[in-house]
């Protein structure tokens, strides 16, 4: 008997702290940069910064991400990779999928020497896009 409720209590927590993990976060962006690929294959210079006021969602929950942009933009979030963690930037890298199946990697970066200033990266195959972001 004391067996089952130790178990039971172990499954309520499990699932809770599960259940709990699968959150959805909202940032605001307040600017964003891109950058294209050269003809040469090497990437040409960033954009100025413009300003923008996106709200971006990560809905853990449903593994989908969303840029609400002038043309909104949908992510399927296909793999969530090991946080990296360095002197200056702790980077979580997101294996993606647009909604014409057109695949890419997202990162939400945090600069540590930048008063943890957070950065959302949509990176393709031939551009990139940069969103300065904080909590919303």
């Excluded at 040469?40 to 006021?53: L, P, V």
């Excluded at 946080?83 to 930037?89: F, I, Q």
């Amino acid at each position: 008997m004391n067996f089952l409720r130790t178990f039971f209590i172990f499954c309520f927590l499990f699932f809770s702290i599960t259940e709990a993990s699968a959150q959805v976060y909202r940032f605001k962006a307040e600017s964003y940069s891109v950058v294209e690929k050269k003809d040469n294959g090497n990437w040409g210079e960033w954009s100025k910064f413009q300003e923008t006021a996106v709200i971006i969602t990560l809905d853990g929950k449903n593994d989908k991400i969303t840029v609400n942009s002038q043309e909104v933009q949908y992510y399927k979030i296909l793999a969530y990779g090991e946080k990296v963690v360095t002197e200056d930037d702790d980077t979580i890298p997101l294996k993606c999928a647009d909604l014409n199946g057109n695949l890419c990697t997202i990162l939400i970066v945090t600069r540590k020497n930048q008063d943890n200033r957070k950065q959302f990266y949509i990176n393709y195959g031939d551009v990139k896009i940069v969103y300065n972001v904080y909590d919303n």
